[in-house]
């Protein structure tokens, strides 16, 4: 259900560095004038509301969506979904961005950069386009160290993303 978003994933081990990464590409991508939307995507089992808040009470109480909108922003949150459901809202939300980050969500069909500190982890993933590594690979990707200018101009490319 993501056709036709521009969803780019940063995957790799727990602690390799991916939010790390993905905060220094929103800031690189952004400055360039990109409207870029992220998304963390987790196997965990985390609270998404605050315990006995009001949305968290209204959540309770049977809304099929309930939100929090303030000064400091809007946060809408809704029962579980599968993965569908969820790609839909999602394509709702970020239509007009010029490119979704996730970080992790290994399994979804998009096209990922591996983060490979060591391991050859990359090669268990689909629609791998890059890695990001701080040693030298042995690989037929493109492989760039953290935080390269280089990646951001991969990326813009690989999405023909331009301003």
């Known amino acids: 259900m993501t056709e036709n978003l521009p969803i780019l994933h ?5 602690n390799s560095g991916k939010t790390l990464l993905l905060e220094w590409l929103v800031g ?6 990109f409207k870029v939307g992220a998304i963390k995507h987790s196997m965990h089992d985390h609270p998404i509301d605050k ?9 309770a109480a049977g ?20 993965t569908e459901q ?12 010029d490119l979704i980050l996730v970080e992790s969500f290994g399994s979804a069909p998009n ?5 490979d500190n060591d391991t050859n982890g990359w090669q268990n993933f689909d629609n791998v386009i890059a890695l990001v590594s701080e040693r030298p690979l042995q690989s037929h990707l493109p492989v760039f160290a953290k935080k390269d200018p280089a990646l951001v101009s ?5 999405f023909k993303l331009n301003k």
């Not at 969820?86 to 961005?97: N, S």
């Not at 096209?111 to 983060?115: A, G, H, Q």
């Open 51 to 59: 315990p006995h808040s009001d949305s968290d009470r209204l959540r």
């Open 111 to 115: 096209p990922k950069i591996f983060i």
């Open 63 to 82: 809304a099929n969506a309930a939100a929090f909108w303030s000064e400091q922003g809007l946060g809408i949150y809704f029962p579980p979904v599968s």
């Open 28 to 33: 690189r991508l952004t400055e360039q004038g």
């Open 86 to 97: 969820g790609w839909q809202i999602l394509k709702t939300v970020f239509a007009d961005f």
């Open 154 to 158: 991969f990326i813009l490319d690989f």
């Open 10 to 14: 940063v995957v790799g081990p727990k």
